[in-house]
């Protein structure tokens, strides 16, 4: 999932100074702008943004965010 943001360029992955072993994520200025647009989304949908988002569009980022956050408990 981080590979696939990675490559969409809505993520950089940069390795730790102190610790080789780990990663952190930045989000990139197409990755900002895109938080910009979910976040402004949600907002003009209601908390659950369902209103505003394409149920197709809705499962694939819920996917997308929990291969990322099986990633990191790994």
């Known amino acids: 999932a981080v590979a696939t943001l990675v490559e ?7 390795a730790s100074a102190s610790d080789g072993r780990l990663s ?3 989000l990139t200025k197409r990755g900002t702008a895109l ?10 949908g209601g908390a659950s943004g369902r209103d505003t988002i394409a ?5 694939e980022f819920l996917r997308m965010l929990d291969e990322v956050i ?3 408990r790994h």
């Open 70 to 72: 099986a990633a990191y």
């Open 8 to 14: 969409k360029k809505l993520v950089d992955r940069r």
């Open 24 to 26: 952190h994520l930045f």
């Open 35 to 44: 938080h910009r647009r979910i976040v402004s989304s949600l907002d003009e």
């Open 55 to 59: 149920a197709e569009r809705e499962a």
